[in-house]
């Protein structure tokens, strides 16, 4: 890997060194081309930095690895190749010319600069919903945290974020940091959750709640913060089949501190002024089976396309779009057309949104149902002739699938293509 901060055009720049970003640089780098990889932070790594726990790479390594773990792996790729990282590099603007890209920085060396680019992977992650975001109402104490803000404090910089801890939301970060604040000695009064199914992934659900015999609450919510300096404690109440809250049930919880578990936004602001097309249920760009958005040449992966529950699938996107990005410079891939995949049925949202022609061959198709359904057939079909079915069990909008679907079966002059998922009833 080479420190290089003086070159001006790559033929395929990728924007943030998470996993994704990482498989990206090293994918497109494979294929022979020249790449950066700028990232805002110093280390490479993104938010597996901070997340310590086990769990990470049973599918890519079939090794139980940490986040670090699995970061340096990756890290370790992008070293031995010929990538320049650029780090403390924050992306500003970009600019879509007729053939490339024209990228905007600014860093401590060179200050604001611009790079040419043939190919643009963004993999920039996701943010975290704020308190703002879900209008919590109260005072604006000290105390109040998202909970990779709080995984931060506690795993990277050693401060305890409160003693007596009540936590809003059951994603998945939520509930690894109940886990977390309890073997750091705080006391968590329980998570609450306005849905009536937890938002997390049921294997953290027993292992950092039902192992630490914290209390799941569903159907009820935070609907006041207290304390004027500091959270002194917070009101929660049980919601009716609207989400409204019940007053008659308001409950007085003392607490120091109230640590948000709400959601994860992809991170594509910097993308309106391209008129990329967004998908309104991922938040993500809508692609084609390349990864590629509405704006050719300009590639999406990692929680940035769409929030994944397993870094292992956050990594195979990044491969992906690196591949397909160093393609289009190297002219191996000429669309000759593009259809948009149509969803039916309880399916929530599937990647990729679109088909661009020509398709070569098996390629991963991700997608969460809007309901939980105890059976299911996701059915792919072109018209009326069903290309591939395959049964599913146990299904949960918190957990993500991934099948291989052949869309070189579709014809291009055919009719509409559909994702169906088909909740079944299955006779006793
Ligand atoms: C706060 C938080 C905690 C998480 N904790 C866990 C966990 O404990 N366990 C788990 O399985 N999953 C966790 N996840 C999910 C985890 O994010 C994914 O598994 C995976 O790390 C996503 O990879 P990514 O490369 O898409 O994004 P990230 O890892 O988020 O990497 C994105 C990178 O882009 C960089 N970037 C963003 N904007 C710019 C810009 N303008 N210019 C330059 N660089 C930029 C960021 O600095 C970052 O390094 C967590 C997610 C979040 C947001």
């Not at 901060?5 to 060194?17: A, E, L, N, T, W």
């Not at 053939?99 to 680019?117: H, Q, S, T, Y």
């Not at 002194?232 to 007085?252: H, Q, S």
């Not at 390629?363 to 105890?374: Q, T, Y």
Request: charged share 25%; hydrophobic share 40%; proline share 4%.
């Amino acid at each position: 890997m080479k420190q290089q901060y003086d070159k001006h055009r790559y033929d395929v720049v990728v924007i943030g060194s998470g996993p994704a970003g990482m498989a990206a640089a090293v994918s497109a780098a494979d294929s022979g081309v020249s790449v950066c990889l700028a990232e805002r932070e110093e280390r490479m790594g993104g938010i597996l930095k901070q997340c310590i726990h086990d769990g990470f790479g049973l599918i890519r390594f079939k090794e139980k690895l940490t986040g670090p773990e699995y970061a340096w792996r990756y890290e370790q790729m992008v070293r031995k190749r010929d990538i320049d990282f650029m780090g403390l590099t924050f992306l500003t603007g970009i600019e879509k010319r007729e053939n490339d890209f024209k990228i905007a920085f600014v860093n401590p060396e060179r200050g604001v600069f611009e790079i040419e680019a043939g190919s643009l992977v963004m993999a920039m992650g996701c943010r975290e919903r704020s308190g703002r975001q879900i209008f919590l109402h109260g005072e604006r104490p000290a105390g109040i945290f998202t909970a990779g803000q709080a995984q931060d404090f506690i795993n990277l910089k050693g401060f305890m974020p409160g003693r007596r801890c009540v936590i809003l939301g059951s994603g998945d970060i939520g509930l690894i940091m109940s886990r977390r604040l309890t073997l750091e000695g705080a006391e968590v009064l329980g998570v609450y959750e306005i849905g009536s199914a937890p938002s997390g992934l049921t294997r953290n659900i027993v292992q950092c709640l039902e192992d630490y015999n914290i209390p799941l609450h569903l159907e009820t919510t935070v609907t006041e913060v207290h304390g004027k300096e500091r959270v002194e404690g917070v009101t929660v109440c049980r919601v009716d089949e609207n989400k409204k809250p019940i007053m008659e049930t308001a409950l007085f919880l003392a607490c120091d501190s109230l640590i948000l578990s709400v959601g994860l936004i992809p991170e594509n602001d910097i993308l309106a002024p391209l008129d990329v097309d967004i998908d309104s249920v991922t938040k993500g760009p809508s692609v084609n089976q390349r990864q590629e958005t509405s704006v050719p040449g300009m590639f999406s992966c990692g929680n940035a396309l769409h929030v994944s529950d397993l870094v292992d699938y956050v990594s195979e996107s990044g491969h992906v779009a690196g591949k397909m990005a160093a393609a289009r410079v190297l002219k191996r891939e000429a669309d000759s057309g593009q259809m948009v995949i149509k969803k039916a049925g309880i399916l929530q949202y599937a990647v990729p949104q679109n088909i661009s022609f020509p398709v070569n061959g098996q390629v991963p198709v991700f997608f969460r149902p809007s309901e939980a359904s105890d059976h299911a057939e996701f059915i792919f079909r072109q018209g009326e002739r069903v290309i591939h079915k395959k049964k599913l069990s146990w299904l949960k909008p918190s957990e993500m699938h991934r099948l291989e679907l052949d869309l070189s079966k579709v014809r291009q002059d055919g009719p509409a293509v559909t994702f169906e998922l088909k909740p079944e009833a299955v006779n006793e």
